[in-house]
């Protein structure tokens, strides 16, 4: 039965078939209930997206600090940083309005390249660690080059985990300042 006055979906959601378990892949998803209207939810952050630049230099500087696309219930915008970092998200969002104002759900995920990447990686290194293991119980003999393997999945684990979650800290931050005014 639909809410009067709340145009989003129920909010207890199932993940959708087909998507990846969220403890495989860096993600963060949370909701910002705000008193802004859509309108006014449209407004800010068209006020600090640009279009997305096919070729963005070093020393360029930009007004905005996000580029992407800002539509009428949806976002999908990025941060503008000036070094590079592979695993930046790619931020996901949908307006709708909430009784007195608006409820802005936001999703953030990898790039779809760098997450197919880190998948192939992952699955590679975690597979030739499972070949190890499975021949060292099989001989009956511990080989230590087993922990080439296993290093390498943790640090590529690690590494896209821990660099997503910072810079996905940051923009929550600013996008629940910026909405929250």
Not at 40 to 65: A, C, F
Not at 69 to 92: A, D
Request: a positive charge; aromatic letters at 12%; proline letters at 6%.
């Amino acid at each position: 039965m639909p809410n009067p006055g709340c145009d989003r979906p129920p909010a207890n959601r199932q993940i959708a078939t087909g998507e990846l378990p969220t403890m495989l892949v860096p993600r963060e998803q949370f909701a910002i209930t705000t008193t802004l209207t859509p309108e006014e939810v449209r407004e800010r952050l068209s006020e600090v997206v640009e279009p997305v630049k096919l070729v963005r230099w070093r020393w360029q500087r930009s007004e905005k600090p996000y580029q992407g696309v800002v539509n009428e219930r949806s976002f999908r915008i990025s941060r503008i940083i000036k070094y590079r970092n592979s695993f930046l998200p790619i931020i996901h969002g949908e307006i709708h309005r909430h009784y007195t104002g608006s409820e802005v759900i936001i999703r953030m995920q990898l790039q779809e390249f760098v997450l197919v990447f880190m998948i192939v990686w992952l699955v590679a290194v975690g597979g030739f660690g499972l070949l190890f293991a499975l021949s060292s119980i099989a001989e009956a003999h511990f080989d230590s080059a087993i922990f080439i393997p296993v290093g390498m999945f943790v640090f590529g684990y690690l590494l896209s985990t821990l660099a997503f979650l910072a810079e996905a800290r940051h923009s929550k931050k600013f996008l629940i300042r910026l909405l929250s005014r």
